[in-house]
């Protein structure tokens, strides 16, 4: 089965911190999710999304981009849906249409989509050591797995590329 996957996290350039040290995971995330045939989603702009997004392009991969107002986005969106909303509300369209998200390192945009991904029942698999609120959200899970007592959905936390690749295919499977 093809699944929607949702990249999350860090924006800006890709050659500057924390976007830089973050490449090769982004590459090998992009890679995986291409080789699976799924259907990779993003912001549609710069950083982890640029990156995972010309990984998945450079595999023969599908990417969407979900862009904010007055934004075109990187050159690796091979569709384009052109919200017409700011970069909050666009956050929502993009985790409400995803049926796993993936997060990497990430600010308050990041953070709004882990939680809006968990609120819609979206699995959320986190990249562990990728920074930001990707690892800082661990801190405040119930039971080390959910954000609320409603246990809406398990956020998991791969450690590696293998413990990702494994997720995803328990998500594909509709165990996750």
Not at 6 to 19: E, K
Not at 101 to 109: F, R, T
Not at 166 to 171: M, N, P, T, W
Request: charged content about 25%; hydrophobic content about 40%.
């Amino acid at each position: 089965m093809m699944l929607h996957v949702a990249v999350i996290g860090y924006s800006g350039s890709i050659n500057n911190s924390p976007v830089k040290e973050l490449r090769s995971i982004c590459e090998e995330v992009g890679k995986l999710l291409a080789r699976h045939g799924h259907v990779v989603m993003t912001g549609g702009r710069d950083g982890v999304m640029e990156l995972v997004s010309r990984a998945v392009s450079i595999e023969g991969g599908r990417v969407v981009g979900v862009l904010p107002t007055g934004d075109e986005g990187n050159n690796h969106n091979e569709v384009r849906i052109r919200t017409g909303m700011d970069f909050a509300l666009r956050s929502l369209i993009l985790t409400k249409s995803a049926d796993v998200v993936i997060s990497m390192g990430g600010q308050a945009g990041t953070l709004l989509e882990i939680i809006s991904a968990y609120s819609y029942g979206r699995p959320v698999i986190l990249l562990e050591n990728t920074g930001g609120w990707t690892d800082r959200i661990r801190s405040v899970l119930i039971d080390d797995k959910y954000l609320d007592e409603r246990k809406t959905v398990e956020i998991k936390v791969a450690d590696s590329i293998e413990d990702l690749e494994k997720f995803i295919k328990e998500a594909d499977n509709g165990k996750v």
